[in-house]
């Protein structure tokens, strides 16, 4: 982390180079959809109560990992817009971790219209996530990004 630089979104490797950690960065590595619209990533008060209906959780705090994934377990291989949804969160989790061990309601606006999930630009997504997570970096002792692909990135260079 420490040869990460976010002003040029790459990792420096002394003597060795610079990595860019853009976009298309991601999608080599990670073969996400590279292009479509923004991740609407970000708080909606409306949607995380109706997706606290829609999965059974109470309407106050957030569901922990662990429960979550008990829940898409037995979805039993159901394959409808609520398993879709559930699924989708557990990958912006993985994409964009916390450092708590709840689910992140950030997550909620993208998956909402299950229609538009494929539609998302997820590699600008991780790359954004990121970015933001380094240049705060200075105020936390702590990072909430895809560390996952700047090891990737490193181990590939």
Known sequence: MKCYDPDTSELIIPDRGKIPVDAESVHRIWGLPNSGLKVWYEMNADITRQMMVDYGFPPNGSPDLTSWCKMIEDMA????????????????????????????????????????????NICQFVVDQIRLAFSSLKSKKSVCCCVYHLMVSAWFF
Do not use: H, Q
Not at 102 to 108: G, I, M, Q
């Open 77 to 120: 291989k159901k394959s409808d817009d609520l398993f879709v949804r559930a699924w989708s969160i557990m990958a912006y989790n993985f994409l964009a971790p916390t450092t708590g061990l709840k689910v992140s309601p950030r997550c909620y606006p993208a998956v909402y219209d299950v229609e538009l999930i494929p539609k998302m």
